[in-house]
């Protein structure tokens, strides 16, 4: 933890440019196991006077059993040297793997919540609310092309508890 110091999330700037860009990594513990996927889709503002970030993750996901489970979980982000880490676990599954290991990232804890070491920045987040994407919602039908199986996502609402930047 001495790696990092705690900022408030209001001072994060560029979130486009960290979660369509740079990507980052969700993770969530459960059982003792902790488990991380990459995403690309998401967002941070302000909602019910807090601040937020909304995630992503298909039910088929590994990591959804986790998000489920938890009560928090992390957004960590990285800087470009961790792009094949990155690549790897929205690759593969931790099924099957130990992603942290094949991709030489560390596992580490702010109290109970799991993020990554390696992370320039990490939000520490609560989950408030949680539901999945739905065919009928969709107003602007064109955008089910990103669904050709209809695996919807479910998305969370997260209080973000805590900032970490890099030192």
């Known amino acids: 933890m001495s790696k990092f110091k705690e900022i408030s999330p209001e001072q994060v700037s560029n979130i486009f440019g960290l979660?369509?860009?740079?990507?980052?990594?969700?993770?969530?513990?459960?059982?003792?196991?902790?488990?991380?996927?990459?995403?690309?889709?998401?967002?941070?503002?302000?909602?019910w006077n807090k601040p937020v970030a909304i995630c992503f993750i298909r039910h088929s996901r590994y990591t959804f059993e986790f998000a489920e489970a938890a009560d928090t979980m992390s957004l960590s982000f990285f800087g470009e040297e961790y792009r094949p880490a990155l690549n790897l676990c929205g690759r593969v599954s931790g099924r099957d793997c130990d992603k942290f290991a094949e991709a030489g990232l560390t596992p580490a804890f702010y109290g109970d919540t799991p993020y990554i070491e390696e992370a320039r920045l990490v939000f520490i987040c609560r989950k408030l609310y949680a539901d999945d994407i739905k065919e009928d919602n969709f107003i602007v039908k064109g955008l089910l092309a990103n669904y050709p199986t209809r695996d919807f996502h479910r998305f969370y609402i997260l209080e973000i508890k805590t900032a970490l930047l890099r030192i």
Do not use: F
């Open 19 to 47: 979660i369509g860009h740079d990507w980052m990594l969700i993770t969530a513990a459960k059982d003792g196991a902790v488990n991380t996927m990459t995403a690309s889709w998401g967002c941070a503002g302000i909602l």
